[in-house]
């Protein structure tokens, strides 16, 4: 926690970013990060995992907050969806694998939470999530294929899901989100 603390102290000394929220994952190969567990694909909406975040077995959170001085305030929530909702931040969660543990399970080992928003509910994902595509097209989400979007003149949907194939590179751990560079955009 050490090195988080550093980190946090050194983004709120420089302004204007004074509140985060750190969740505390399991250390395992299949969460290595909070993107294998949690992405948002919208203002409103977010993919999750839902064992560890919406289930009997979530990540606990914690917000800090850092004021003047070297002072912080930490407050903990029993998940990350409480710690969001309590700074105004309401989503919905839409579950990787839809409503059956087992590919819950199998979908998020091969990154079914990890998303790439390109613009509010517009987002890249892997085609072999299948359960989690059926969960995003339940949730409002118009599923495309990219051969349907790639060089033609497809009026891209207000929330959609572009899906892409990927198989390897998510048994290789790399989720779509993971594997973008950053892009420069105008702020939405």
């Avoid at 751990?173 to 939405?188: F, H, I, K, V, W």
């Amino acid at each position: 926690m050490g090195g988080i603390d550093r980190l946090m102290r050194s983004i709120a000394s420089q302004g204007p970013v004074t509140d985060f929220i750190v969740v505390e994952i399991p250390k395992t190969r299949a969460t290595i990060h909070l993107d294998m567990l949690f992405t948002m694909v919208d203002r409103d909406k977010c993919v999750v995992f839902p064992p560890l975040i919406t289930g009997n077995r979530s990540c606990r959170a914690f917000h800090c907050r850092f004021g003047s001085g070297d002072g912080a305030r930490i407050r903990e929530y029993p998940d990350l969806l409480s710690a969001l909702a309590a700074l105004g931040v309401d989503l919905q969660p839409i579950a990787c694998g839809g409503s059956d543990l087992f590919h819950q399970e199998r979908e998020q080992w091969a990154s079914g939470a990890n998303f790439f928003a390109f613009g509010p509910g517009q987002i890249l994902g892997y085609k072999h999530n299948m359960y989690t595509l059926e969960a995003l097209s339940n949730a409002g989400f118009e599923v495309l294929d990219a051969a349907e979007v790639i060089g033609s003149d497809v009026p891209i949907p207000e929330r959609v899901v572009v899906s892409i194939d990927g198989a390897e590179l998510s048994r290789g751990g790399g989720g779509c989100r993971c594997m973008t560079m950053p892009l420069a955009r105008e702020s939405l």
